[in-house]
């Protein structure tokens, strides 16, 4: 049974920075990929990762500020968080078990978490 679970949302002021986790279990060695959606708006692609590492892409909306890596030992991916602003406020998920296509798009993972809240204050 997959498993897919995030952890480390929260509130923060803007400025502020977040660390989430993504922790997969029962699949292995595929891309895996962060993702939000603010409420009323469709679910962005933020961040992917490859299996190895190798290949990394982010959404313009986070170039810079956010950074997405991995501890393969853990089964972890991370999303480091920085310069946040109130427009970053959403439910962040983590997705893995890519089929294909773009990284970042919604459409290209089978396997989902819950969900993370996000808050920025201004």
């Known amino acids: 049974q997959v498993q897919v679970v995030e952890s480390g949302g929260g509130s923060v002021q803007a400025g502020g920075s977040l660390r989430l986790s993504c922790v997969v279990s029962?699949?292995?060695?595929?891309?895996v990929a962060w993702f939000r959606q603010a409420p009323g708006k469709q679910r962005e692609g933020v961040a992917s990762?490859?299996?190895?590492?190798?290949?990394?892409f982010y959404a313009d909306s986070v170039k810079g500020r956010f950074t997405i890596s991995q501890d393969s030992a853990k089964r972890a991916v991370y999303l480091q968080m920085s310069s946040l602003s109130p427009e970053d406020s959403a439910m962040y998920y983590c997705?893995?078990?890519?089929?294909?296509?773009?990284?970042?798009?919604?459409?290209?993972?089978?396997?989902w978490g819950q969900g993370t809240q996000v808050t920025v204050s201004s």
């Open positions: 029962g699949y292995g060695h595929s891309i």
């Open positions: 990762i490859s299996p190895n590492g190798a290949r990394i």
């Open positions: 997705a893995t078990g890519f089929t294909g296509g773009w990284s970042l798009s919604d459409l290209s993972y089978n396997y």
